[in-house]
């Protein structure tokens, strides 16, 4: 398939905002990591009027497609971790064109890890987790126990992400595979959920038990990226925690986290009077003194 490919990348490799271009062919009994496609072209760009692109193309009886993508939005796509293909593309996919050895770097950047990325990574997944498990036991306790049992299933997913994140490596699309090697106990925790006999109703309250345990346990870790960001400045509107370009990945689950880490003291509330005396803005802060000594700073 390459050399039928290869005009259509060399035509955008000789484009000075092109960083790399990655082929990744289909492999037998991973049809699904191609997206059914016999060929993927993946090619990097440095910026472009839309962060994606997408063109199929047909040749005889093969099917291909080609992914035009922004540098920005294939790191957000690495830190939120919403798209499990991509981390597999640029692993095993075959380097077609790489300027000033982007891809090359990029490669060893996610093979190394770095703690600061592990720590942003670990509170986009803590963020999600805490959406996930509340909304699930809010469910649960209404008696609506088939929809509890999809935020759990959820949930559970971001917390065998934190445990692979947490061992130093990538989520991958096989998530439970990983998890049964780095964290038995909570891939124990998922079988108990999807295969016990008990009813559905005691898989989940046994569930919610042990969920309370796990959460408590990863705030620390989880909330780390969140309270360090927030020591840069006395203190901020929740629109400034929007607008701040790392919390912007944890998205919708922002708020809900920021009022999880508020019930557990660890962001501190600031009541400022607005134009109308009767109603107070509310700010965030935090300890300085306290996050320092907790992570060592």
């Given at each position: ?27 037998e009994g991973a049809e699904n ?227 999880y880490l508020i019930e557990r ?33």
């Amino acid at each position: 398939m390459e050399h039928i490919l290869r005009p259509i990348y060399q035509e955008r490799a000789s484009q000075p905002e092109t960083l790399g271009v990655i082929l990744i062919n289909k492999r037998e009994g991973a049809e699904n990591m191609t997206d059914t496609f016999d060929s993927v072209l993946l090619i990097i760009v440095k910026e472009s009027d839309k962060p994606i692109y997408s063109k199929h193309y047909s040749y005889g009886e093969a099917k291909m497609v080609m992914h035009i993508l922004t540098e920005e939005r294939l790191r957000k796509w690495i830190f939120i971790g919403s798209n499990k293909r991509l981390v597999d593309w640029l692993f095993h996919g075959k380097v077609m064109f790489d300027r000033n050895e982007f891809l090359y770097k990029l490669r060893s950047e996610l093979q190394e890890f770095p703690f600061f990325g592990r720590k942003l990574k670990t509170g986009i997944q803590f963020a999600k987790l805490i959406r996930r498990y509340k909304e699930g036991k809010e469910l649960f306790e209404d008696g609506h126990f088939l929809d509890a049992y999809n935020h759990v299933v959820a949930s559970l997913h971001h917390l065998g992400r934190l445990s692979i994140i947490d061992s130093g490596h990538y989520p991958e699309v096989t998530v439970w595979a990983q998890v049964k090697r780095n964290d038995p106990a909570i891939y124990k925790l998922y079988e108990e959920l999807i295969m016990s006999n008990e009813s559905l109703e005691k898989r989940l309250e046994l569930l919610f038990l042990a969920g309370e345990f796990l959460i408590n346990s990863r705030t620390t870790d989880g909330a780390q990226h969140i309270l360090e960001t927030m020591l840069a400045q006395p203190s901020w509107t929740i629109q400034q925690l929007h607008d701040h370009p790392e919390l912007s990945y944890y998205s919708v689950d922002l708020e809900v986290f920021v009022e999880y880490l508020i019930e557990r003291e660890l962001i501190l509330v600031e009541t400022v009077i607005a134009k109308n005396e009767a109603i107070f803005h509310r700010n965030y802060y935090v300890d300085r003194q306290y996050i320092e000594s907790e992570y060592g700073l």
